[in-house]
């Protein structure tokens, strides 16, 4: 008998460690684990997410006839990790082989190498097929390149996979309509609903058990609306298609305060365990293009998302670990204020983005990217703790796609891997795209003095401390020579400015 391992995050039907599955024969195992819900402290909506999912696509396989031995959380049995699962079910059946979908960390494939031998019968690891660009085709595309650009990639997997394509030329002329999009929103915009489903009992049993043993986690449990089952799932998308993406590229930067919800998707928490899989997102979004229901300049910039960042960020995490998780370019090592757990800063573009991602294990990508990605690097965080911090926060994070966007996208703690540089900004960008510095103690438009927006003086703070680094930066090279051409006293007040307040942030008083 094969044992077919399932994890949280490969709820899909068509997973390669499903596909020849005997009915009748083979048995399915699936199992809440202490390792995987505590490796780190997962918001509670993520847990409860996750394990309502997957319950749910036990019973759907079982509907289908198969054999699933689904270990709950609270069973007195549970060892508690996914191998003693794995162990003890050996143990008391006659399995002879153990199959599995890659995992999507590191660290479990790292650990399931080790299965094998440990538990003396053949262990199958197959390739994760959901994602468009397999690990293999990643590496062959990026070995030999010198620097690993996102916009490359991406018209190849426009061509090869025939997106958004009029035969060997991008729809439209043009492979990228960025310069329509990242408009700031107008004073009145109505943003519609986002998707939400009541609990269902097996929803409510689960919000029961979190509630129970991870009240220590960070984050509200409830309201809890998100979709458990691919059948909401793909209802959340369908909306989605229907109500935000004809806007989705005009507003994709846009911040508004109390709408954490904008013109985006929402539909990362899905895709990644595996309800909705990448191309039938893709597919949606497309047809509302030929449809006339959504333009060119949004259709365009959802499937780069998709077929785009979400695929290369998931190759370079493959290509690059387990090195990557240890890089540190700028020497980073300040320690995450208390605020990131709280919410409770001054700073009013920052409390909004926290006490959003507290009520809801989501912020959209321009507040996980400009407000507080920004602010992480211009603070000078501890690469690790961020990256610790990401993975805890949101219910779509796992270290495949969060790791990259840390180390990667905000912090340049690869030194520029794929990003040609550090993706820094004064309070002057976050007040053109957002509405936040309007209800803010802090002045945007002040460079210097207690009520100057902390972000200015540590824009310029953070180029000063990174000198060395940055200054042969092509990039950043222009930027410097404003610098050079400030006052002594003007520097020399940035720097004080910037001792004062870092000084209170490490005192948790910012
Ligand atoms: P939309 O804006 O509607 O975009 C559509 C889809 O595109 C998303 O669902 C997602 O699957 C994909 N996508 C968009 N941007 C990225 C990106 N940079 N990397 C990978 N996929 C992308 N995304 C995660 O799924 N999990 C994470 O743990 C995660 N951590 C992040 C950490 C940081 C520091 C940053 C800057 C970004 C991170 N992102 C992560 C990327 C992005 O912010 C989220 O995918 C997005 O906010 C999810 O919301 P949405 O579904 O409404 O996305
Ligand atoms: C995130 C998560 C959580 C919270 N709990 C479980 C679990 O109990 N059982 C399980 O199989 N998977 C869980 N996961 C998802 C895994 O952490 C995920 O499969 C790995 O991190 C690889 O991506
Ligand atoms: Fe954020 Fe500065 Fe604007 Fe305040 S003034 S909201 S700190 S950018």
């Known amino acids: 008998m094969r044992l077919r391992l399932v994890l949280g995050d490969q709820l899909s039907l068509p997973l390669s460690s499903l596909r020849d599955v005997k009915l009748g024969e083979d048995v399915i195992l699936m199992a809440e684990v202490n390792e995987e819900a505590t490796y780190v402290r997962h918001h509670k909506k993520k847990i409860a997410f996750l394990f309502s999912a997957m319950r749910h696509f036990a019973e759907a396989l079982r509907s289908l006839g198969h054999r699933v031995v689904y270990v709950p959380y609270g069973c007195p049995e549970n060892t508690g990790s996914l191998f003693g699962e794995v162990l003890r079910l050996k143990e008391a059946e006659a399995v002879t082989e153990i199959i599995v979908t890659m995992p999507g960390e590191y660290r479990l494939l790292n650990e399931m190498e080790s299965w094998q031998d440990r538990l003396g019968v053949p262990v199958e690891l197959r390739e994760d097929d959901r994602f468009l660009c397999s690990t293999e085709g990643f590496q062959k595309w990026a070995s030999g390149r010198k620097s690993l650009r996102l916009e490359y990639f991406y018209r190849e997997m426009r061509r090869n996979h025939d997106i958004l394509m009029d035969g060997d030329k991008p729809l439209g002329g043009k492979w990228n309509y960025d310069h329509d999009n990242r408009q700031s929103a107008p004073k009145r915009l109505d943003v519609p609903a986002p998707f939400s489903v009541e609990p269902d009992r097996v929803t409510e049993e689960v919000l029961a058990l979190v509630t129970d043993q991870f009240s220590e986690h960070f984050g509200d449990l409830k309201p809890f609306s998100l979709a458990v089952t691919r059948e909401d799932a793909l209802k959340a998308l369908d909306q989605f298609v229907a109500e935000r993406l004809s806007k989705f590229g005009n507003y994709q930067d846009a911040m508004v305060q109390g709408e954490p919800w904008m013109f985006h998707s929402h539909i990362s928490f899905y895709l990644n365990c595996g309800l909705l899989l990448p191309l039938e997102c893709v597919h949606a979004a497309e047809r509302a293009y030929f ?9 365009e910039g959802f499937i780069r998302q998709i077929v785009g960042w979400r695929e290369f960020i998931r190759g370079i995490y493959w290509h690059s670990m387990p090195e990557y998780a240890g890089l540190n370019y ?14 409770e800063t001054q700073m009013n573009c920052l409390h909004q983005c926290i006490v959003e991602t ?21 603070a000078g965080f501890a690469p690790k703790e961020v990256s ?13 796609v969060e790791l990259p966007n840390v180390n990667g996208m905000i912090l340049f703690a690869d030194g520029g ?17 957002s509405n936040y510095c309007e209800h803010c103690v802090y002045a945007h438009a002040t ?23 940055l200054r ?27 001792r004062r307040f870092l000084a209170l942030l490490d005192g948790s008083q910012a």
């Open 291 to 299: 449809d006339g229901t959504a333009p060119l300049n949004s259709v």
């Open 417 to 433: 891997l794929f990003a040609s540089k550090p993706y820094a900004a004064s309070g002057a960008y976050i007040n053109k795209m």
């Open 472 to 498: 042969s930066n092509p990039r950043v090279s222009m930027i410097y020579r404003t610098w050079d051409k400030m006052s002594d006293s003007k520097k020399q007040e940035i720097r004080t400015d910037s």
């Open 447 to 469: 460079k210097t003095g207690e009520k100057a927006c902390p972000f200015n003086y540590l824009y310029w703070n953070f180029l000063d401390q990174n000198e060395e680094k």
């Open 388 to 400: 610790e911090w990401y993975l805890a926060v949101y219910a779509d994070a796992y270290e495949w």
């Open 330 to 343: 700028l020497s980073a090592s300040r320690d995450l204020p208390e605020f990131y757990w709280t919410g």
């Open 358 to 378: 507290k009520a809801n294990a989501y912020a959209h990508h321009i507040q996980r990217l400009m407000v507080i990605g920004n602010f992480s690097l211009l």
